[in-house]
């Protein structure tokens, strides 16, 4: 009908925006079209004796200045928002079981709160001028959203069906809150301002080629699989703490930019570390009480070695002491606590647990090692702290200071075997020293073996013969002294030789146990 003939009929736009809701309250099992309308609101509630028995909405390029409000609803078919310009949508408490679609749709806001859809949500080519916001809703098929603009998106207390996708979005904010899922997939879309998964569930999430803030949480997130491949452009620190990632992979950091994880508290099975061509590696994560469930320290073997397997230094706090660094990458993690020598040491306790079930004993071995020596750091700052000394700790940390030197806690006999040549050779060296030192045979106590036999013979191969047989007979009596034999042909003669005699006996006692105990301990792995 013409304008003309609705003034002359005396109809006036209320009188038809009237109509509608009449409609819309009614039983009338037709759907609702709403081609290309211009409306200031409309709101919908179908109750549950009410349900007509195939409605579906349309809304193609309406205008609606005011709110369309679908609240308590059980929706059979689809609803569409094709090319719609309108202020906001609410879709709360209600059931959508046709797909929800819109496409080229300008919205300022919409918002879903406690609604099951069971067929797909659709957002594609799109305009979110303020917010989107999904709270405490189900998707139980796929939700594909492409191609749109939003200020604010969001997802809290959502259960997601086999799929979702981020696909070419551009946001100035992303925010997944305690929400569960199959697989999340959020590909070549750019986020500029914060990005936010936290105490989320997936099965699969896959953030390949795109563009993230400096901030990045996941924290007390749980993945099977985490494949982390933004784009490597500027500095981001990643919030993994508490979370639980089975598997998945990381980038590289590179010239372009580089990643620094969090990793307080979180569990790692086999998940690739990726690479750096920046820092050493494992520089990039700080591994607080973090554990490693399969982690495969041998494939870093290389970075690892070239660093002195460190875990325990983290490139922010290099940071931290830096003026040139860019506040916004030190700014949430100001609040993390150093580390002090007993974390440390417990980093190391847990990847050598891990290194031990996967079979990496270089690993493991190189891992213990600096597990106590960081745990001795941690004895010796106790007993400077402590007003009253502790025997038990000094003793402790004398234990440990002599383990690791001799014999790097058992986990290098070679280095026993080295220490106990070197202790032969230099004893034999000290015995005959003239005057204080000294062998004598046992069956004659006039016949010394010393330096002083040689002297005064003009014959310098002569000397050299004599001086041969002293070195072979003092390290032939050095020999049994080392491992106590005592073939009792020899003896010392004085008090400086008994004395030494007495020190080899026992290092040796020490260093033969020792080597045992190292041999034992490689054989048992």
Not at 307 to 320: E, I, M, P, Q, Y
């Amino acid at each position: 009908m013409s304008l003309e003939k609705k003034s002359a009929n005396g109809i006036q736009p209320g009188d038809i925006y009237e109509e509608l809701i009449n409609i819309i309250r009614s039983e009338d099992k037709r759907g609702f079209v709403f081609l290309g309308s211009k409306l200031p609101e409309l709101r919908f509630q179908f109750f549950a004796h009410k349900i007509p028995s195939d409605p579906f909405l349309n809304f193609d390029f309406c205008e609606i200045d005011g709110k369309v409000e679908i609240t308590d609803s059980n929706v059979q078919n689809e609803i569409s928002f094709l090319g719609a310009d309108i202020d906001e949508v609410d879709i709360s408490n209600g059931q959508m079981n046709g797909q929800v679609k819109f496409s080229s749709a300008s919205i300022n806001k919409i918002k879903c709160k406690n609604t099951e859809f069971d067929d797909n949500f659709r957002m594609l080519d799109s305009v979110i001028q303020e917010k989107a916001i999904f709270n405490g809703c189900v998707f139980r098929k796929k939700v594909h959203m492409n191609r749109t603009e939003s200020l604010s998106l969001g997802f809290y207390n959502c259960t997601f069906g086999r799929l979702t996708v981020l696909a070419d979005m551009e946001l100035s904010s992303l925010s997944i809150l305690n929400c569960t899922g199959s697989l999340l997939s959020c590909v070549q879309t750019v986020v500029e301002e914060r990005h936010s998964q936290r105490e989320s569930e997936f099965e699969e999430v896959i953030m390949e080629d795109s563009e993230l803030p400096a901030q990045n949480s996941f924290y007390e997130c749980k993945y099977d699989r985490f494949d982390f491949r933004p784009k490597s452009m500027g500095k981001h620190v990643v919030d993994l703490r508490k979370s639980n990632i089975s598997s998945g992979r990381l980038p590289e950091s590179n010239d372009n930019g580089y990643f620094a994880y969090v990793c307080d508290n979180a569990t790692f099975g086999d998940l690739d570390l990726g690479s750096s061509s920046l820092y050493p590696l494992l520089r990039h994560f700080r591994f607080n009480n973090t554990e490693f469930q399969g982690t495969n320290f041998a494939k870093y073997r290389e970075e690892l070695s070239n660093d002195g397997w460190d875990l325990h230094s983290f490139v922010l706090d290099h940071f931290r002491t830096k003026s040139t660094v860019e506040s916004e990458l030190v700014r949430d993690s100001e609040e993390l606590e150093r580390l002090d020598d007993l974390d440390k040491s417990l980093i190391y306790m847990r990847a050598k647990n891990a290194s031990d079930e996967i079979g990496d004993q270089e690993g493991a071995s190189r891992f213990l090692i600096n597990e106590m020596r960081w745990l001795r750091k941690h004895k010796i700052r106790k007993i400077r702290s402590s007003n009253t000394t502790r025997h038990n700790s000094v003793v402790d940390v004398l234990t440990n200071y002599l383990l690791d030197t001799t014999s790097r806690y058992g986990e290098e006999p070679i280095r026993i075997v080295g220490l106990s040549i070197g202790t032969i050779l230099g004893c034999s060296f000290l015995y005959p020293l003239p005057r204080i030192g000294g062998i004598s045979l046992s069956n004659s106590n006039s016949e010394m073996i010393d330096y002083s036999s040689i002297l005064g013979s003009g014959d310098l191969r002569q000397v050299l013969l004599e001086l041969a047989e002293v070195i072979l007979e003092s390290v032939y009596f050095s020999s049994i002294t080392f491992t106590t034999l005592g073939y009792a042909d020899l003896q010392p003669s004085n008090w400086f030789s008994k004395g030494l005699a007495s020190f080899e006996s026992f290092i040796g006692s020490f260093l033969i146990a020792l080597f045992v105990y190292s041999l034992g301990k490689q054989a048992s792995r």
